[in-house]
C-alpha cells in the first residue's frame, strides 16, 4: 500500500498521487518513518511552546490551567469510557421506499380515524369539551399533512431506486471485472504477512473499501461498507462454498463406498452363513439318515429275532403235540394189547 505524506491517507498500489492533494504517494516503510519524525518535532514543538508559556504565566494562571487540564482529561477519559461505536448501516432505496410508504399508509389511518372523531365531536355525536374537539381537529390536519408529505417522500425515493440498482451494479461489476480472489489475498498477505482466517477477511473487505474510496471517491461509508460485503460475497463465500460443496460430495462418496463395502461384507457373510447352514444342515440330515437305518435294521434284527423266538416255540409246540400223539397211541396200543391178552385168556379158559 501507498500512504500520502501530508493527508495520511493509504492509496493502493496502482495509484500514484493524492486524489485530496495531489502530492506524490510514498511506501509504507518511508511513510511511517516521516510521520514518525513529524510527531517528534510537532511533540518537541509543543513542549517548547508550553514551557514558554509557563514562564510567562504567574503561579495563580498555573494553578488554574493545572485544574482545566484535569477537568478536561476526565472529561475525555469519562467520554471515551462511555462511548459505543454505533455501526454504520446503508439502508438502500428500496428499503427506505417500503419504510415511507408503510408510514405515509399509517399516518392516513391515524388521520382518518381523527377526522371522524372531530367530526363526531363537532356534531354533538360524542359529548366532549371544546378542548378535545380542537385537538381531535388539530391532529387529525397535523397527521394528514404528514401523511401527505410521507407519500411525496415515497414517491421521490421511488425514481431513486433504479438509479441505485443501475449503479451499484455497475460497481460490483467493475470489481469482479478488474480484481481476483488471487489479486485481494496477494495485497493482503504482501501487506500484513500470513494471517489468520478472521483477520484475512476483515483485511480483504478493508482493501475492497480502500480501492472503492480510491477509485471513485464515495463518501457515503455506510454505501462503501455495503459494496465491500457484497464484492466480498461473490469473490469468497462462493468459494467458500463450493468447496464446502465438494467437501460433502466427497464425504457421501466415501459414506457410499463404506456402506458397500459393508453391504458386500454382509453379502459374504451371509452367503458363508448359508453355505455352512446347508452344510450342517446336510449333515443333519445324513446323520439323522444313518441314524434311521440303523433304527430300522435294529427294528428287522429285533423283528428277526422274534420270528426265530415264535417258530422255535411253535416247533416246540408241535413236538410236544407229536410226543403226546405217539404217547397216547402206545398207551392205546397197550390197551388193545391187554385187552387182546384178556380175551386170549379167557378163551383159553
Not at 500470513?194 to 471517491?217: F, G, H, N, S, W
Not at 453391504?263 to 443333519?284: H, K, R, T
Request: with cysteine; charged share 35%.
Amino acid at each position: 500500500m501507498k500512504y500520502c505524506p501530508d493527508c495520511d491517507m493509504e492509496f493502493i498500489d496502482s495509484v500514484q498521487t493524492c486524489t485530496d492533494c495531489g502530492k506524490i504517494l510514498v511506501d509504507k516503510d518511508k511513510y511511517f518513518e516521516g510521520k514518525a519524525a513529524r510527531e517528534a518535532e510537532e511533540a518537541k514543538a509543543e513542549e517548547e511552546r508550553r514551557r514558554e508559556m509557563l514562564e510567562s504565566m504567574t503561579e495563580e494562571e498555573k494553578e488554574a490551567m493545572k485544574e482545566a487540564m484535569e477537568e478536561a482529561e476526565q472529561q475525555t477519559r469519562g467520554r471515551h469510557r462511555g462511548a459505543i461505536p454505533e455501526p454504520t448501516v446503508y439502508v438502500t432505496r428500496a428499503e427506505r421506499y417500503e419504510d415511507l410508504k408503510s408510514s405515509a399508509s399509517a399516518f392516513w389511518i391515524v388521520g382518518a380515524a381523527l377526522i371522524i372523531l372531530a367530526v363526531a365531536s363537532w356534531a354533538g355525536i360524542l359529548p366532549v369539551n371544546i378542548i378535545l374537539k380542537l385537538m381531535f381537529t388539530v391532529l387529525a390536519a397535523v397527521s394528514l399533512f404528514i401523511a401527505w408529505k410521507t407519500g411525496e417522500d415515497a414517491k421521490t425515493v421511488k425514481g431513486q431506486i433504479k438509479e441505485e440498482t443501475e449503479v451499484t451494479e455497475q460497481l460490483i461489476k467493475w470489481f469482479l471485472e478488474n480484481y481476483t480472489p488471487e489479486q485481494i489475498d496477494e495485497i493482503v498477505t504482501r501487506e500484513n504477512g500470513e494471517l489468520q482466517d478472521e483477520v484475512l477477511a476483515l483485511k480483504r473487505i478493508a482493501l475492497i473499501q480502500d480501492i472503492y474510496v480510491t477509485q471513485y471517491d464515495l463518501a457515503d461509508q455506510g454505501y462503501v461498507d455495503a459494496l465491500a460485503e457484497e464484492v466480498y460475497s461473490q469473490l469468497f463465500e462462493e468459494d467458500e462454498e463450493d468447496d464446502f460443496e465438494e467437501e460433502e460430495d466427497f464425504g457421501e462418496e466415501d459414506e457410499a463406498a463404506e456402506e458397500d463395502g459393508s453391504a458386500e461384507g454382509d453379502g459374504s457373510a451371509e452367503g458363508d452363513g448359508s453355505a455352512e447352514g446347508d452344510g450342517s444342515a446336510e449333515d443333519e440330515q445324513e446323520a439323522s439318515g444313518e441314524e434311521a437305518e440303523k433304527k430300522e435294521e435294529g427294528a428287522g434284527a429285533d423283528n428277526a429275532s422274534e420270528k426265530a423266538a415264535a417258530d422255535d416255540a411253535a416247533e416246540t409246540e408241535s413236538g410236544d403235540d407229536a410226543s403226546g400223539d405217539d404217547a397216547s397211541a402206545d398207551n392205546e396200543s397197550g390197551d388193545d394189547a391187554s385187552a387182546s391178552d384178556d380175551s386170549t385168556g379167557s378163551d383159553e379158559n
